[in-house]
């Protein structure tokens, strides 16, 4: 097989710059029309969408949906003893080994951990992804968190989100006949002003799968991240036991998860009724986005078809 000169990879490149902007996984790379529903997350670095929303897009993908999870950067420094390439090329086969058991697809963009800027290159490349997709639906950080990286994948999208409709923004790639709903993942940051759960979601019929996946991100879950050391490192569970890697999973996040269910029970209890509300031991929320479409209860739960209709409709009596 004849390999491309640098000279025409350049050029390709600079002619048709999206077939180098990542790396995908997954089986639904390309959109079509099934009349199913298309979700895509953005996460800052290649664990944070799968966090975030890891227990919807099984749900989703259950269903038969297609959901993708976008890691804007490569995560290359996001390792105590190791970074670069070598690094990147980790943790992208980490979310894809992810994707697989949660049923999603993948992809990583090829920006480097720690750079990300709201640039104007970066802006189209957000709103050719969300085209591309086909988004009805479109998830981010808020523009406002502890994380450069993850402030600016909310200023992204926040910018992307006019921009996809535009004909003439990025005309390469057709626009989208409507705007998605745009919706904020959780997060416990309060200026200026604290995340508000607009929907919740739970989570407990997929709780397990998500800790499966959530298992496959070794780097950060196993070796502790940007942040870790060699000593609290050795203290995780070794790679010969996966059942106590499981477990140790899963202890960390029955105390998110739970939280998340805890903190945002009143909007449990609006979507699943007081009683099944009430229940939810496991949660994923999400903010809606004062951009983009503004959707309706009957539009949430069209988007979100996770919830029983006849027990919020008799909690909605009761009130």
């Known amino acids: 097989m004849k390999t491309l000169s640098q000279a025409t990879r350049l050029l390709l490149i600079c002619f048709f710059p999206l077939a ?6 997954g089986a639904d790379d390309q959109p079509h029309d099934d009349g199913k529903l298309r979700i895509i997350v953005f996460g800052a670095h290649p664990d944070d969408a799968e966090y975030r929303a890891g227990g919807c897009g099984v749900k989703w993908a259950k269903l038969g949906h297609h959901v993708k999870l976008v890691s804007v950067t490569n995560g290359d420094i996001g390792h105590w003893s190791m970074s670069g390439g070598a690094l990147a090329q980790r943790r992208t086969a980490e979310v894809k080994a ?4 949660l049923g999603t697809t993948s992809e990583v963009l090829d920006i480097h951990d720690g750079e990300l800027m709201p640039t104007l290159e970066n802006r189209k490349t957000i709103t050719r992804l969300i085209r591309q997709w086909k988004a009805d639906i479109v998830i981010a950080h808020r523009p406002w968190d502890y994380h450069p990286d993850h402030r600016y ?20 790639v057709p626009a989208l006949p409507k ?12 200026k200026p002003y604290p995340f508000q759960a607009d929907i919740a979601v739970s989570i407990d019929d997929v709780f397990e799968t998500k800790v499966k996946a959530i298992t496959q991100l070794e780097s950060q879950v196993f070796d502790g991240g940007a942040l870790a050391n060699a000593e609290s490192a050795a203290k995780a569970p070794p790679a010969s036991r996966p059942e106590l890697r499981l477990e140790k999973i899963r202890q960390v996040w029955d105390r998110r998860a739970g939280a998340e269910a805890n903190n945002y029970r009143q909007a449990l209890i609006k979507w699943y009724g007081k009683e099944k509300g009430a229940e939810v031991k496991y949660a994923e929320a999400f903010e809606i986005c004062e951009y983009g479409t503004q959707p309706s209860d009957e539009d949430i739960r069209r988007l979100f078809p996770f919830f029983d209709t006849q027990d919020s409709d008799d909690q909605s009596a009761d009130q």
């Not at 180098?20 to 996984?25: D, P, R, S």
């Not at 992810?98 to 058991?101: D, M, N, Q, S």
């Not at 994948?153 to 390469?172: I, N």
């Not at 998605?180 to 309060?190: A, G, I, M, N, T």
């Open 20 to 25: 180098f902007t990542g790396v995908h996984a």
């Open 153 to 172: 994948v909310g200023v992204l999208v926040q910018d992307a989100s006019f921009m996809v409709a535009v004909p003439y923004f990025c005309p390469d």
């Open 98 to 101: 992810a994707a697989k058991i």
């Open 179 to 190: 705007n998605p709903v745009f919706l904020y993942s959780s997060d416990r940051f309060k």
